[in-house]
């Protein structure tokens, strides 16, 4: 009885999980944010998710890098009203 019970509980499908994060940005980030308290005192950790996200899911590596790379584009212009 337990057994089928833990069978049960081991083969739940994600699919609604997932879904619901893509489909609230609120509810990915707070989950990013937990996810990185776990990992925030073993450094390797960070890495180590950075590369599964890079080998599984290639289309939400491919929305942090460009996230990446706005945000650095944004510190190093300068503003509009910069005197030039």
Not at 6 to 15: A, P, T, V
Not at 51 to 73: A, D, G, M, T, V
Request: proline fraction near 1%; glycine fraction near 4%.
């Amino acid at each position: 009885m337990k057994t089928e019970a833990l069978q049960k509980k081991e083969s739940i499908n994600f699919e609604q999980f997932y879904q619901t994060l893509e489909d609230d940005p609120t509810l990915l980030e707070e989950s990013i944010e937990i996810l990185l308290e776990m990992v925030n005192f073993e450094k390797k950790s960070v890495k180590k998710i950075a590369l599964f996200i890079k080998e599984n899911s290639r289309n939400l590596y491919n929305e942090i890098s460009e996230l990446s790379k706005s945000s650095q584009n944004k510190g190093n212009t300068s503003s509009c009203c910069g005197g030039h």
